[in-house]
């Protein structure tokens, strides 16, 4: 997974004495539960580290770094950090790509969010969702939430384990241009990890917002 500017990651609340910017939708990611961790040496999206066991495999970069590690740096990190963390992290296939497209249209479709984009990876997924009365904490825990208990359920896994990691990394949209750029780069997810083209019927086709028009509440 490659989040796309972390510093603007966060609560999407302005910096104090900054105009306020109209929000006309976000870039939302839910990681797999232990495929980034709050020290993984890429950098992340966290300022501190909440389980102990993780503080000695190095210190947190907020945002992502500069210079990146080599694959067998990242790879070193993860097998040194996976025995320390409470669960095994799980790679979804294509059976549970497909149990967790059915939990999110269960959720966009009772919600009534709406959805611009969507890709479902092997530990991660991507929504670029409209401005809704939710904030966006919100739609994070209501699409990992329903999304877990599918994956709990149907694959005989334990109803204990997160599947999800439990912080939202989000991106705060502003402009019609910034959400086709988003739209661009979500879309084109699967096919850096080799998947099929993925087409769900939850997406709607981008209308083009404009900023001076008041955005309807669904």
Same mark, same amino acid.
């Not at 102990?52 to 790879?75: A, C, I, W």
């Not at 479902?120 to 966006?136: G, M, P």
């Given at each position: 997974?490659?989040?796309? /500017?972390?510093?603007?990651?966060?609560?999407?609340?302005?910096?104090?004495?900054?105009?306020?910017?109209?929000?006309?939708?976000?870039?939302?990611?839910?990681?797999?539960?232990?495929?980034?961790?709050? /020290?993984?040496?890429?950098?992340?999206?966290?300022?501190?580290?909440?389980?102990?066991?993780?503080?000695?495999?190095?210190?947190?970069?907020?945002?992502?770094?500069?210079? =990146?590690?080599?694959?067998?740096?990242?790879?070193?990190?993860?097998?040194?950090?996976?025995?320390?963390?409470?669960?095994?992290?799980?790679?979804?296939? !294509?059976?549970?790509?497909?149990?967790?497209?059915?939990?999110?249209?269960?959720?966009? =479709?009772?919600?009534?969010?709406?959805?611009?984009?969507?890709?479902?990876?092997? /530990?991660?997924?991507?929504?670029?969702?409209?401005?809704?009365?939710?904030?966006?904490?919100?739609?994070?825990?209501?699409?990992?939430?329903? !999304?877990?208990?599918a994956i709990n359920s149907?694959?005989?896994?334990?109803?204990?384990?997160?599947?999800?990691?439990?912080?939202?990394?989000?991106?705060?949209?502003?402009?019609?241009?910034?959400?086709?750029?988003?739209?661009?780069?979500?879309?084109? /997810?699967?096919?850096?990890?080799?998947?099929?083209?993925?087409?769900?019927?939850?997406?709607?086709?981008?209308?083009?917002?404009?900023?001076?028009?008041?955005?309807?509440?669904?």
């Amino acid at each position: 997974m490659t989040p796309h /500017n972390p510093q603007r990651a966060g609560s999407g609340l302005p910096h104090r004495g900054s105009p306020k910017r109209v929000i006309i939708a976000q870039h939302v990611i839910l990681t797999g539960y232990g495929h980034w961790l709050p /020290n993984d040496p890429r950098g992340s999206g966290s300022i501190d580290i909440h389980k102990r066991e993780l503080e000695k495999l190095g210190e947190v970069h907020h945002g992502r770094k500069r210079v =990146q590690p080599s694959r067998d740096d990242l790879q070193d990190f993860y097998q040194r950090a996976v025995p320390r963390l409470k669960y095994e992290p799980l790679w979804f296939d !294509s059976a549970m790509r497909q149990a967790l497209s059915e939990a999110f249209a269960q959720v966009i =479709q009772q919600r009534r969010y709406v959805v611009y984009a969507c890709a479902i990876l092997s /530990n991660h997924a991507h929504f670029v969702i409209r401005s809704h009365r939710d904030r966006t904490n919100d739609m994070f825990g209501a699409l990992t939430h329903e !999304s877990a208990l599918a994956i709990n359920s149907l694959f005989q896994i334990p109803s204990t384990h997160p599947v999800w990691s439990e912080r939202p990394y989000f991106v705060l949209l502003h402009t019609p241009d910034e959400v086709r750029q988003r739209m661009k780069y979500v879309d084109s /997810n699967p096919m850096k990890e080799r998947l099929p083209r993925q087409i769900y019927p939850f997406v709607t086709r981008y209308d083009g917002w404009p900023l001076h028009r008041k955005l309807p509440l669904k």
